[in-house]
């Protein structure tokens, strides 16, 4: 929290100082920004006015080559319409422009004399964009008439083309001295581009469609040549099978190998049966149980009627009766028996017969399909050379067909050929110049001249050598500011103000330095104040009669030495010149001071007139005793010591004297001399500073309240007055 505070002390502290920045530097600052908007007013005035034409023209994506069917990628898409962009500004459009349009007859873009304006402006525009690299085409404009060159550079200069975001959309502006020719250079950009275009595809259709008219010829003789070649190789290789895909030699052996396939099922299943038929026959099982038996028609005739038979038998010995009949029956019932017996047997070996057969089926598959798969080697290798042959023709043929379709896409897009450019926004015709930018150009010379001044003011502030303000000298001298003392008008005295008008702002910053430095009432002891400054001419002379005057006006006895025996600026002052004084004390004059006087008037010691050894008779020890025996008569001792400069007077007085007060005129005294001095003199012995000369209304404009120095009521001096004494 404690570092939040200070840091918000720290800003508040910062913008006092900028806000107070402001008020010293408002004259400059102000009086810049006019000149600047003065010259920014001169500079449009000198400035050409141009106008602006836009106009947005659809691109579209046309095929490289008509046997191109596939769509452009995205990237080149944004190629495309990056290189029509470059081709809007190729030299050959705009040459074509600058003669359909006769611009050679306009002083716009012809030479001129540029205006020292225009040279400077080109300059900072030339200082401000990068530079342009040189295009390839710009070599063709020195073979051109100069007067058209000119008109090319010129028009060129004034063209922008671009591509709106990621779209097919080209935007073209032109620039001009006038709203009309600029909206009809803009259309004329826009129609020699739409011809060129056109006239470009034109050409690349023609030379398209003659190459695919060779091509297609070409193709037709390799096709019918490598279907000669393919007819000829199974001619003479004797590859003739029922489908022109298929060899002789391969449908044997797929044929052969489907025989011996069945053939081998079908011995299998009947030799199964044939064996089960023997096995039925040799352990006198039922031979009828055998599906192949069963199935025939004769066994089936037999079967019914022994079973015919077998009924009859049957009702014979059901009635019991014996007659010729009954031994028909049973010889008609063995010759049927034997007949069944036989056709079983007639069927066995069928079924005999039909397994060698097969078995000898078999052999005569497996004989020739070996024989046929000794020529398969050779027939492979003809059956390669027959596909390539016929891969090679297909190849020829699918190639001529796309051609032949191709060239008649060719035919068409040459009967009707599509320039691929739509105006989608016609040539605008400007309402408002857009060159010179006049709020621009006015906002840039009041900030400009603003910033002028502020740099005028800042340098001015910063190259002061004099301190300004009490918190600069309390910051970097370390002692504190006794009190701040108005400039005296022309005519006026410090010792009279002080008297005639106690209630002066210079008698209260008066009255504010003598209780600073500790005098305000009559005391047993009296105070020794010595004023000194670094060099002469910064006011303390008149400090210290002033502050003289503010003692008696509140009822103190007053004793004014003039301490500086060099210079005798005091008595100079009063006047008192020649007489008697410090210098004939120190010398060994007698002195006395009357201790019981309560008269209110000011006593002043002249410097006297001194010889050259000025620091020695400050030094003895008379000016110790003197002061003493002065203690004890008088309140207040004012000693208006010497200037420290290089000598030893002022150090000398400082050792004795009970404060020391250092004055330095205000915005005068330079800072590096003032630390010199107290160097010399000794801080410890400096109770404060005491600034002269201040300017108050330019004073507050660094920061510092002077509120305390107001006219002083004169209804409420008495009870003040009293109050301070």
Same mark, same amino acid.
Not at 144 to 156: C, G, K, Y
Not at 255 to 270: P, V
Not at 315 to 341: D, K, M, W
Not at 403 to 411: K, M, P, V
């Given at each position: 929290?404690?570092?939040?505070?200070?840091?918000?002390?720290?800003?508040?502290?910062?913008?006092?100082?900028?806000?107070?920045?402001?008020?010293?530097?408002?004259?400059?600052?102000?009086?810049?920004?006019?000149?600047?908007?003065?010259?920014?007013?001169?500079?449009?005035?000198?400035?050409?006015?141009?106008?602006?034409?836009?106009?947005?023209?659809?691109?579209?994506?046309?095929?490289?080559?008509?046997?191109?069917?596939?769509?452009?990628?995205?990237?080149?898409?944004?190629?495309?319409?990056?290189?029509?962009?470059?081709?809007?500004?190729?030299?050959?459009?705009?040459?074509?422009?600058?003669?359909?349009?006769?611009?050679?007859?306009?002083?716009?873009?012809?030479?001129?004399?540029?205006?020292?304006?225009?040279?400077?402006?080109?300059?900072?525009?030339?200082?401000?964009?990068?530079?342009?690299?040189?295009?390839?085409?710009?070599?063709?404009?020195?073979?051109?008439?100069?007067?058209?060159?000119?008109?090319?550079?010129?028009?060129?200069?004034?063209?922008?083309?671009?591509?709106?975001?990621?779209?097919?959309?080209?935007?073209?502006?032109?620039?001009?001295?006038?709203?009309?020719?600029?909206?009809?250079?803009?259309?004329?950009?826009?129609?020699?581009?739409?011809?060129?275009?056109?006239?470009?595809?034109?050409?690349?259709?023609?030379?398209?469609?003659?190459?695919?008219?060779?091509?297609?010829?070409?193709?037709?003789?390799?096709?019918?040549?490598?279907?000669?070649?393919?007819?000829?190789?199974?001619?003479?290789?004797?590859?003739?099978?029922?489908?022109? &895909?298929?060899?002789?030699?391969?449908?044997?052996?797929?044929?052969?190998?489907?025989?011996?396939?069945?053939?081998?099922?079908?011995?299998?299943?009947?030799?199964?049966?044939?064996?089960?038929?023997?096995?039925?026959?040799?352990?006198?099982? &039922?031979?009828?149980?055998?599906?192949?038996?069963?199935?025939?028609?004769?066994?089936?005739?037999?079967?019914?009627?022994?079973?015919?038979?077998?009924?009859?038998?049957?009702?014979?010995?059901?009635?019991?009766?014996?007659?010729?009949?009954?031994?028909?029956?049973?010889?008609?019932?063995?010759?049927?028996?034997?007949?069944?017996?036989?056709?079983?047997?007639?069927?066995?070996?069928?079924?005999?017969?039909?397994?060698?057969?097969?078995?000898?089926?078999?052999?005569?598959?497996?004989?020739?399909?070996?024989?046929?798969?000794?020529?398969?080697?050779?027939?492979?290798?003809?059956?390669?050379?027959?596909? &390539?042959?016929?891969?090679?023709?297909?190849?020829?043929?699918?190639?001529?067909?796309?051609?032949?379709?191709?060239?008649?896409?060719?035919?068409?897009?040459?009967?009707?050929?599509?320039?691929?450019?739509?105006?989608?926004?016609?040539?605008?015709?400007?309402?408002?110049?857009?060159?010179?930018?006049?709020?621009?150009?006015?906002?840039?010379?009041?900030?400009?001249?603003?910033?002028?001044?502020?740099?005028?003011?800042?340098?001015?502030?910063?190259?002061?050598?004099?301190?300004?303000?009490?918190?600069?000298?309390?910051?970097?001298?370390?002692?504190?500011?006794?009190?701040?003392?108005?400039?005296?008008?022309?005519?006026?005295?410090?010792?009279?103000?002080?008297?005639?008008?106690?209630?002066?702002?210079?008698?209260?910053?008066?009255?504010?330095?003598?209780?600073?430095?500790?005098?305000?009432?009559?005391?047993?002891?009296?105070?020794?104040?010595?004023?000194?400054?670094?060099?002469?001419?910064?006011?303390?002379?008149?400090?210290?009669?002033?502050?003289?005057?503010?003692?008696?006006?509140?009822?103190?006895?007053?004793?004014?030495?003039?301490?500086?025996? =060099?210079?005798?600026?005091?008595?100079?002052?009063?006047?008192?010149?020649?007489?008697?004084?410090?210098?004939?004390?120190?010398?060994?004059?007698?002195?006395?001071?009357?201790?019981?006087?309560?008269?209110?008037?000011?006593?002043?010691?002249?410097?006297?007139?001194?010889?050259? =050894?000025?620091?020695?008779?400050?030094?003895?020890?008379?000016?110790?005793?003197?002061?003493?025996?002065?203690?004890?008569?008088?309140?207040?001792?004012?000693?208006?010591?010497?200037?420290?400069?290089?000598?030893?007077?002022?150090?000398?007085?400082?050792?004795?004297? &009970?404060?020391?007060?250092?004055?330095?005129?205000?915005?005068?005294?330079?800072?590096?001399?003032?630390?010199?001095?107290?160097?010399?003199?000794?801080?410890?012995?400096?109770?404060?500073?005491?600034?002269?000369?201040?300017?108050?209304?330019?004073?507050?404009?660094?920061?510092?309240?002077?509120?305390?120095?107001?006219?002083?009521?004169?209804?409420?001096?008495?009870?003040?007055?009293?109050?301070?004494?």
């Amino acid at each position: 929290m404690k570092l939040a505070a200070q840091d918000d002390t720290d800003l508040s502290a910062l913008i006092r100082q900028a806000l107070d920045f402001a008020k010293r530097g408002y004259r400059e600052i102000l009086l810049c920004a006019l000149i600047g908007v003065v010259l920014a007013g001169y500079l449009v005035t000198q400035l050409d006015r141009s106008y602006r034409s836009t106009i947005r023209l659809m691109v579209d994506t046309p095929q490289t080559s008509p046997i191109e069917s596939e769509q452009l990628s995205a990237t080149l898409l944004e190629s495309f319409v990056e290189g029509q962009v470059y081709r809007v500004e190729a030299t050959e459009v705009l040459r074509m422009v600058v003669e359909r349009e006769n611009l050679t007859e306009y002083a716009f873009f012809q030479s001129q004399p540029d205006s020292w304006v225009q040279n400077l402006v080109s300059r900072l525009r030339s200082m401000i964009s990068p530079a342009q690299p040189e295009r390839a085409d710009e070599d063709d404009a020195a073979e051109m008439d100069p007067a058209v060159a000119r008109a090319v550079r010129t028009l060129r200069s004034n063209l922008s083309v671009g591509r709106e975001s990621n779209t097919s959309v080209i935007r073209i502006d032109v620039t001009a001295d006038s709203p009309r020719m600029a909206a009809r250079l803009a259309d004329a950009v826009a129609e020699v581009f739409v011809e060129t275009r056109a006239r470009d595809q034109s050409q690349q259709a023609e030379r398209m469609a003659g190459w695919l008219d060779t091509r297609v010829t070409e193709l037709q003789d390799r096709l019918t040549s490598a279907e000669e070649a393919v007819a000829t190789f199974r001619m003479e290789n004797n590859l003739l099978g029922p489908s022109p &895909d298929t060899l002789l030699t391969d449908q044997q052996l797929s044929e052969f190998n489907s025989e011996l396939i069945r053939t081998r099922a079908a011995l299998a299943e009947r030799d199964a049966a044939y064996r089960r038929a023997m096995t039925l026959m040799e352990t006198g099982g &039922d031979m009828q149980t055998l599906p192949e038996i069963q199935g025939s028609s004769i066994v089936t005739s037999l079967r019914s009627q022994l079973l015919d038979i077998q009924r009859r038998e049957l009702g014979q010995a059901a009635r019991g009766t014996t007659n010729p009949r009954t031994g028909q029956i049973s010889e008609e019932r063995a010759a049927l028996e034997q007949q069944l017996e036989t056709e079983i047997s007639r069927i066995v070996e069928q079924m005999r017969n039909e397994v060698e057969t097969l078995e000898a089926r078999e052999a005569l598959v497996a004989t020739v399909l070996q024989e046929a798969g000794g020529e398969s080697g050779e027939a492979s290798r003809l059956g390669v050379q027959l596909r &390539d042959l016929e891969r090679r023709a297909a190849a020829y043929q699918a190639l001529y067909e796309r051609y032949l379709s191709t060239g008649g896409r060719a035919e068409e897009a040459l009967s009707f050929l599509p320039t691929g450019v739509s105006i989608i926004d016609p040539a605008s015709r400007p309402t408002a110049p857009v060159a010179p930018p006049v709020r621009v150009i006015m906002l840039f010379g009041l900030l400009f001249g603003g910033g002028t001044g502020t740099l005028i003011a800042f340098f001015r502030d910063t190259m002061r050598k004099g301190f300004v303000t009490a918190r600069r000298i309390e910051s970097e001298l370390g002692l504190p500011v006794l009190a701040s003392v108005p400039q005296l008008e022309a005519g006026q005295k410090a010792y009279d103000l002080a008297v005639s008008e106690p209630f002066s702002q210079f008698a209260e910053a008066i009255r504010t330095f003598r209780h600073a430095i500790g005098v305000a009432s009559r005391r047993k002891q009296g105070v020794v104040v010595m004023l000194t400054s670094s060099s002469a001419g910064e006011g303390k002379t008149n400090m210290s009669a002033a502050m003289a005057a503010s003692g008696l006006t509140a009822g103190l006895r007053v004793l004014l030495i003039d301490a500086d025996l =060099r210079r005798s600026g005091l008595s100079r002052l009063f006047e008192i010149e020649g007489d008697a004084g410090l210098s004939e004390i120190l010398a060994g004059q007698e002195w006395s001071f009357d201790e019981d006087t309560d008269a209110l008037e000011l006593d002043i010691v002249c410097a006297g007139v001194a010889g050259a =050894r000025h620091a020695d008779l400050l030094a003895h020890d008379t000016m110790v005793e003197y002061l003493d025996s002065a203690r004890s008569a008088y309140d207040l001792i004012i000693l208006d010591g010497p200037p420290v400069a290089n000598l030893a007077d002022a150090p000398i007085l400082a050792e004795i004297a &009970d404060a020391v007060a250092f004055v330095i005129q205000w915005n005068v005294t330079p800072r590096d001399v003032v630390r010199k001095a107290l160097g010399r003199l000794g801080a410890q012995h400096v109770r404060g500073v005491v600034l002269n000369g201040v300017d108050f209304k330019t004073a507050a404009q660094y920061g510092d309240s002077y509120d305390a120095y107001v006219q002083i009521d004169p209804s409420t001096a008495g009870k003040r007055d009293g109050a301070a004494v």
